[in-house]
């Protein structure tokens, strides 16, 4: 990927950062990459996350599918840094693919059911994902779907795949039923785990190209470097830190593409449960254009001045002609390309937050194939860690996640968990109709 960073310089907005500033900060992004590096070499946690694209085995992962490599659909059983990462790759190639993926993240017991009915069960596989093995939400969509596959008759241990950590309830699980496994990872929190099975086993099922993947990330990885000015990942990181300080508290996510649009969903968890921390982090937003232009852009252009735009730009798409038309005022649109309005679009709200003072970023890819989503997903990773870097942060622990995770299952009887108590302590004011 490449990032322009020319729009989030003060000359151009407010809150901007000067070229100066950025020049200062370097001396920080030197230290943060040598400390990043440290962390890679020492296999540390979170730093390992970086290591991916030369640890991953995609053969490792195509012998654990082999038996279900044939379904139409594939259920993924698992949520946060357990889908995102298959969800942005699985729905930005969907064209590509015969088989039809699906997330169950959510609990909510009518969508669930929806899916379940609506599947031919027999042809679907599982891939239940979770690296505590002990998610209540992914082990209990997991128990429904089981259920499911038993009530029509399919035997669901011939149909599923179970990626988790070493130990925890959902190995023993996968250990009882003798189910095709795979292990995630040392070292790799949730959401930084795409670039390994766990964003890979749904993609391999779909049919995607996991070298193709791994070696764009592994590009990506070779641009990390000591200063922002020769490294598209930090530039980012970097630029959004410094604007974060001069108040843009907020980072729209706004990708030119609908098969993108999983990916800002990926991007809002990687960038807020990772930097949302010590009262400091940036808020993200997300947005697809051109769609948002006719709604958000409103605010992006004339509310509060605390926002960072992220645009992503795809690259060249496979274009659609506009028909030609006799009516004067359409004129204009007949004979150029859906893709050429849709670029036309692009760069008019880019050059329209520009014009108005907003601050904007472009991350520029050339296509969305496996090669550059392995990129995408690699660059915004390193980001990542460089804002975590320098927001002095621990950007792989995730405290309020889990808090919740507690409180959740000691409301359910699950253990006796303090963080439940705060449920019976909630004031109320209730307005009732
Ligand atoms: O990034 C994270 O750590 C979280 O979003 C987790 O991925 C999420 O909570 C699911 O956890 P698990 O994989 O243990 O089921």
């Given amino acids: 990927m490449n990032v322009d960073i020319g729009n989030a310089l003060a000359s151009v907005a407010s809150p901007g950062v000067s070229k100066d500033s950025l020049e200062r900060l370097d001396e920080h992004v030197a230290d943060a990459h040598e400390r990043i590096e440290g962390g890679m070499a020492n296999a540390e946690h979170g730093y390992e ?29 698992g949520i946060g840094g357990s889908a995102l990462g298959a969800a942005t790759i699985t729905d930005a190639l969907a064209d590509e693919s015969d088989t039809e993926a699906i997330y169950l993240d959510n609990v909510d017991p009518e969508w669930i059911t929806g899916h379940l009915e609506r599947l031919d069960l027999e042809n679907t596989a599982i891939n239940v994902v979770s690296r505590s093995g002990t998610t209540a939400e992914t082990l209990a969509n997991f128990l429904v779907v089981r259920e499911a596959f038993e009530s029509a008759g399919v035997d669901w241990t011939e149909r599923t795949i179970v990626t988790t950590g070493e130990a925890g309830p959902l190995r023993e699980l996968s250990d009882r039923h003798d189910l095709p496994s795979l292990k995630v990872p040392d070292g790799v929190p949730g959401r930084f785990s795409a670039l390994s099975a766990v964003g890979l086993v749904a993609a391999e099922v779909c049919g995607h190209d996991l070298e193709a993947l791994l070696e764009g990330a592994a590009a990506e990885a070779e641009t990390l470097s000591g200063s922002l000015f020769d490294c598209p990942a930090y530039a980012y990181g970097a630029t959004t830190y410094a604007l974060d300080q001069r108040g843009a508290g907020v980072n729209a996510m706004v990708p030119y593409a609908e098969s993108l649009e999983t990916y800002a969903e990926w991007f809002a968890q990687l960038w807020a449960e990772s930097l949302g921390k010590d009262d400091l982090g940036q808020t993200p937003a997300r947005a697809l254009g051109v769609t948002d232009q006719h709604s958000q852009l409103q605010l992006y252009r004339a509310g509060p001045r605390d926002k960072l735009v992220t645009f992503v730009s795809p690259g060249d798409l496979e274009d659609r002609e506009i028909p030609e038309t006799d009516v004067e005022d359409l004129s204009y649109l007949g004979g150029t390309g859906l893709g050429e309005l849709l670029e036309a679009e692009f760069e008019a709200t880019e050059a329209s937050l520009a014009a108005a003072g907003r601050p904007n970023v472009r991350i520029e890819l050339e296509g969305v194939d496996e090669y550059e989503l392995g990129g995408l997903l690699y660059g915004m990773e390193a980001a990542t860690v460089l804002a975590g870097e320098l927001y002095g942060v621990n950007t792989f622990e995730q405290p309020a996640v889990e808090w919740a995770k507690k409180a959740t299952r000691g409301l359910l009887g699950g253990g006796d968990f303090e963080e439940a108590d705060a449920v019976a302590e909630k004031t109320a004011l209730r307005i009732e109709r």
Wanted: negative net charge; proline residues 10%.
């Fill in 49 to 77: 996350a970086l290591n991916l694209p030369r640890r991953t085995d995609p053969d490792e992962i195509r012998s654990a599918v082999e038996p279900v490599a044939d379904a139409d659909a594939l259920l993924t059983v």
